[in-house]
């Protein structure tokens, strides 16, 4: 069990709190309870799908890429009476300018999360870097929450580790569990798909981890 002191430990999320669960608009209140009392959110792509499309419904992109990727899971904790409406244009940008009148406050939230968090050793990002750069911060901000390839498969010269999710573990070593690589750490479990929900705790220099199993 991980015994987090919230005045001892610093706690750092990589992001994606929204989509593909059931009570989405609770967990974005409870992540803003968490950062009022330090603790560091970090940027995912799911959070910036949910961006792209209440802030521009009017790109049908926008609205494809969220829907086709969980985003009614967290509509409809958003929206009353989701499932009474039919989908089309008029009723994205109705929903849309909805959760900007009635929830801005959770939009400007997600809005505010940055890209990265950068220690003495580490780096802690959503999916990770472009380590083709000389300088990794020139990463752009879509890759920070997107890239795979171009992350997975080429080792960094960096002196820091990079802790990532976004691609899960289970693509990787055949298991949920945390995958610890050439100064990279993966603790995406694929909770989303059936997988787990993993914690990486860093205490001077050494690693243990924890995982909470889906709940089917």
């Not at 929204?18 to 560091?40: H, P, S």
């Not at 802030?55 to 967290?74: D, E, F, M, S």
């Not at 990463?139 to 002196?159: A, K």
Request: proline share 1%; charged share 25%; glycine share 8%.
């Amino acid at each position: 069990m991980v015994k987090y002191k919230s005045a001892e430990d610093q706690l750092i999320l990589l992001g994606d709190y929204i989509d593909r669960g059931k009570d989405n608009k609770k967990v974005i209140e409870f992540i803003q309870e968490l950062v009022r009392y330090g603790v560091i959110a970090l940027r995912g792509n799911h959070d910036q799908l949910f961006l792209d499309y209440v802030k521009r419904p009017h790109i049908y992109t926008n609205v494809y890429n969220y829907l086709q990727n969980g985003g009614h899971t967290t509509l409809k904790n958003y929206i009353k009476d989701f499932d009474t409406y039919v989908w089309c244009d008029e009723s994205y940008q109705q929903w849309a300018k909805e959760i900007m009148l009635q929830y801005g406050d959770d939009v400007e939230f997600l809005d505010s999360l940055p890209y990265y968090h950068e220690t003495e050793d580490y780096i802690f990002v959503h999916a990770g870097i472009n380590t083709h750069l000389k300088d990794w911060k020139n990463t752009t901000n879509e890759e920070f929450i997107w890239i795979r390839g171009r992350f997975l498969n080429y080792d960094h010269g960096l002196d820091k580790t990079v802790v990532h999710g976004h691609s899960p573990t289970i693509n990787i070593h055949n298991s949920y569990d945390i995958y610890f690589g050439n100064k990279k750490i993966n603790i995406d479990g694929a909770c989303a798909y059936g997988g787990q929900l993993n914690c990486l705790e860093i205490k001077d220099g050494e690693y243990r981890q924890y995982h909470v199993k889906k709940n089917n």
